[in-house]
């Protein structure tokens, strides 16, 4: 300890120290002179500390060089400070982990999982949806032309399933479904025959102001007697509605022959235009009509 001390005077002594080690030969006038400096401070410390401090002094003992740059030192300056940096870095590496978790387990087999469901829809699932529609439409139908739209539709959706295009291959589904619901159907087309409505009117082409079209207005009742909305194409627009109402396009002689009947006593007495049978795509008319319909009037 003694000897860390003389070193210590002599490193705040800097000065006295070049100047006395300049030479070898004033060694002893250096000891001499530390040896007056302790005395003066009232202690007493032994020749031999004396050099052996001047010695460690010369050989740069007890003095701190810090290490050189390099990995090690880098590594050792981050392990000392570790409690600065520890928990960010680690709140940061279990955030880091938690997201490969995520993504590698959980994400990429749940996307591996539905492009599995997908394909296997689109090769099993949907064309045996379709192939059951199909098989159905040809056991229920009784006119021809239902078989060849339901075959029309199965090849497409066969075709779109197996190019991959998933919403094609379901649109041709929900329309072989839609074709055999078409088929079941069962109602009776009878023309409105109600006090404050009106059971037909007629109209001037925009395209021909020449020409006259007259029109009975019907609605659809399945066996319980309710009211049906059906899709009904307006010859008009050429849109697509599903209504209630709508009015059937007929040849003067028969608008007339129907105004005329509800003329008579306010009723109609033959009011039941025609009739879909099950098995069946079209109406069966009773009366003739021109194959057009409206849906505003």
């Avoid at 007493?44 to 050099?51: C, F, G, R, W």
């Avoid at 329309?175 to 404050?196: C, K, P």
């Avoid at 021909?208 to 609605?219: G, K």
């Avoid at 697509?240 to 007339?256: A, C, F, I, L, S």
């Amino acid at each position: 300890m003694l000897a860390m001390d003389v070193v210590d005077t002599l490193r705040h002594r800097q000065d006295l120290a070049t100047r006395e080690l300049a030479g070898i030969t004033r060694e002893q006038q250096l000891i001499d002179k530390l040896r007056d400096i302790y005395h003066h401070q009232g202690i007493e410390v032994p020749d031999h500390i004396l050099k052996e401090g001047v010695a460690a002094l010369a050989q740069s003992r007890f003095v701190y060089e810090p290490p050189a740059p390099g990995w090690g030192t880098t590594l050792a300056r981050l392990y000392v400070s570790r409690r600065r940096w520890g928990k960010p870095v680690l709140a940061l590496a279990g955030l880091l982990l938690s997201l490969a978790i995520g993504y590698f387990g959980i994400y990429q087999p749940y996307q591996r999982a539905q492009a599995e469901q997908v394909r296997l829809e689109l090769s099993e699932g949907l064309p045996a949806q379709m192939d059951m529609l199909y098989q159905t439409i040809f056991e229920e139908t009784k006119v021809q032309q239902a078989v060849l739209d339901a075959e029309t539709l199965r090849q497409r959706g066969h075709s779109l399933a197996a190019e991959g295009n998933r919403a094609g291959a379901q649109q041709a589904v929900q329309d072989l479904t839609a074709l055999r619901d078409r088929l079941r159907q069962e109602y009776v087309l009878q023309i409105v025959n109600r006090s404050g409505e009106q059971s037909g009117f007629w109209t001037i082409p925009a395209v021909n102001t020449a020409a006259t079209n007259y029109y009975l207005v019907v609605e659809a009742l399945n066996a319980e007697g309710n009211v049906l909305s059906l899709p009904i194409l307006n010859e008009e627009n050429g849109q697509t509605e599903t209504v209630d109402k709508w009015g059937v396009r007929v040849p003067e002689t028969v608008y007339n022959a129907i105004v005329a009947d509800k003329q008579d006593d306010g009723i109609i007495q033959n009011n039941e235009l025609g009739r879909k049978s099950d098995g069946f795509l079209e109406v069966e008319y009773n009366l003739p009509v021109l194959g057009g319909a409206v849906t505003r009037w």
